[in-house]
Nanobody
Protein backbone atom coordinates (compact mmCIF):
# COMPACT_ATOMS: atom_id res chain seq x y z
CA UNK A 1 0.00 0.00 0.00
CA UNK A 2 1.24 3.50 -0.85
CA UNK A 3 0.87 6.08 1.93
CA UNK A 4 1.06 9.84 1.43
CA UNK A 5 1.00 12.23 4.39
CA UNK A 6 0.03 15.88 4.34
CA UNK A 7 -0.87 18.67 6.74
CA UNK A 8 2.41 19.33 8.48
CA UNK A 9 3.78 22.81 9.01
CA UNK A 10 4.90 25.46 11.47
CA UNK A 11 2.63 26.37 14.37
CA UNK A 12 3.00 28.23 17.64
CA UNK A 13 2.82 26.43 20.95
CA UNK A 14 -0.80 25.90 21.95
CA UNK A 15 -1.92 25.74 18.34
CA UNK A 16 -3.41 22.91 16.32
CA UNK A 17 -2.68 20.96 13.17
CA UNK A 18 -4.42 18.10 11.40
CA UNK A 19 -2.35 15.53 9.58
CA UNK A 20 -3.82 13.34 6.87
CA UNK A 21 -2.57 10.12 5.35
CA UNK A 22 -4.16 8.74 2.22
CA UNK A 23 -3.61 5.15 1.14
CA UNK A 24 -3.75 3.66 -2.31
CA UNK A 25 -2.98 0.39 -3.98
CA UNK A 26 -4.70 -2.11 -1.68
CA UNK A 27 -7.96 -2.54 0.22
CA UNK A 28 -7.60 0.17 2.83
CA UNK A 29 -10.09 -1.32 5.29
CA UNK A 30 -7.81 -4.35 5.71
CA UNK A 31 -5.19 -2.19 7.40
CA UNK A 32 -4.66 -1.08 10.95
CA UNK A 33 -3.15 2.41 10.81
CA UNK A 34 -0.69 4.25 12.98
CA UNK A 35 1.20 7.49 13.40
CA UNK A 36 4.79 7.66 14.57
CA UNK A 37 7.22 10.54 14.90
CA UNK A 38 10.96 11.05 14.91
CA UNK A 39 12.73 14.09 16.27
CA UNK A 40 16.35 14.92 15.34
CA UNK A 41 18.76 12.67 17.16
CA UNK A 42 15.99 10.50 18.59
CA UNK A 43 14.47 7.16 17.72
CA UNK A 44 11.13 6.85 16.00
CA UNK A 45 8.36 6.70 18.59
CA UNK A 46 4.75 5.64 18.64
CA UNK A 47 2.13 8.39 18.67
CA UNK A 48 -1.27 6.82 17.96
CA UNK A 49 -2.95 3.90 16.24
CA UNK A 50 -6.45 2.93 15.13
CA UNK A 51 -7.96 -0.45 14.40
CA UNK A 52 -9.40 -1.49 11.05
CA UNK A 53 -12.92 -0.75 12.24
CA UNK A 54 -11.93 2.60 13.70
CA UNK A 55 -13.56 1.75 17.01
CA UNK A 56 -10.36 1.13 18.97
CA UNK A 57 -7.66 3.75 19.33
CA UNK A 58 -4.34 3.77 21.14
CA UNK A 59 -2.17 6.70 22.23
CA UNK A 60 1.24 7.39 23.65
CA UNK A 61 1.02 8.87 27.14
CA UNK A 62 2.75 12.03 25.91
CA UNK A 63 -0.11 12.88 23.52
CA UNK A 64 -3.11 11.43 25.33
CA UNK A 65 -5.84 14.03 25.72
CA UNK A 66 -4.28 16.33 23.08
CA UNK A 67 -4.17 14.20 19.91
CA UNK A 68 -7.00 12.29 18.26
CA UNK A 69 -6.61 9.62 15.59
CA UNK A 70 -9.50 8.75 13.30
CA UNK A 71 -10.08 7.13 9.95
CA UNK A 72 -12.49 7.38 7.06
CA UNK A 73 -12.50 4.06 5.21
CA UNK A 74 -14.62 5.52 2.41
CA UNK A 75 -11.82 8.02 1.70
CA UNK A 76 -8.91 5.66 2.42
CA UNK A 77 -7.61 8.25 4.87
CA UNK A 78 -6.43 8.36 8.45
CA UNK A 79 -6.19 11.62 10.38
CA UNK A 80 -4.25 12.88 13.35
CA UNK A 81 -5.81 15.93 14.99
CA UNK A 82 -3.17 17.58 17.15
CA UNK A 83 -4.27 20.20 19.69
CA UNK A 84 -2.41 22.08 22.41
CA UNK A 85 0.84 21.51 20.58
CA UNK A 86 4.10 21.81 22.47
CA UNK A 87 7.65 22.45 21.23
CA UNK A 88 8.51 18.87 22.18
CA UNK A 89 5.98 17.67 19.57
CA UNK A 90 8.35 18.93 16.88
CA UNK A 91 9.29 15.98 14.66
CA UNK A 92 8.78 14.31 11.33
CA UNK A 93 5.47 12.46 11.53
CA UNK A 94 5.05 9.18 9.68
CA UNK A 95 1.94 7.28 8.76
CA UNK A 96 2.11 3.48 8.91
CA UNK A 97 -0.12 0.58 7.85
CA UNK A 98 -0.32 -3.13 8.46
CA UNK A 99 -2.91 -5.78 7.64
CA UNK A 100 -4.65 -7.55 10.51
CA UNK A 101 -7.50 -10.07 10.52
CA UNK A 102 -8.74 -8.63 13.81
CA UNK A 103 -10.98 -5.66 13.10
CA UNK A 104 -10.65 -4.41 16.66
CA UNK A 105 -6.88 -4.39 17.07
CA UNK A 106 -3.97 -2.13 16.12
CA UNK A 107 -0.31 -2.56 16.99
CA UNK A 108 1.71 0.14 18.72
CA UNK A 109 5.22 -0.94 17.81
CA UNK A 110 6.99 0.32 14.70
CA UNK A 111 8.30 -3.20 14.08
CA UNK A 112 4.72 -4.42 13.56
CA UNK A 113 4.02 -2.03 10.68
CA UNK A 114 5.20 -2.94 7.19
CA UNK A 115 4.20 0.06 5.11
CA UNK A 116 5.31 3.63 5.73
CA UNK A 117 4.76 7.07 4.27
CA UNK A 118 7.50 9.55 3.47
CA UNK A 119 6.81 11.71 6.51
CA UNK A 120 5.64 15.27 7.08
CA UNK A 121 7.43 17.87 9.19
CA UNK A 122 5.69 19.39 12.19
CA UNK A 123 7.46 22.29 13.90
CA UNK A 124 6.08 23.89 17.05
CA UNK A 125 7.64 27.18 18.07
CA UNK A 126 7.71 28.40 21.64
Amino acid sequence: VLLVESGGGLVQAGGSLRLSCTASGRTYSNYAMGWFRQAPGKEREFVAAVSRSGTNTYYADSVKGRFTISRDNAKNTVYLQMNSLKPEDTAVYYCAAETYHNWAYAPTSAADFGSWGQGTQVTVSS
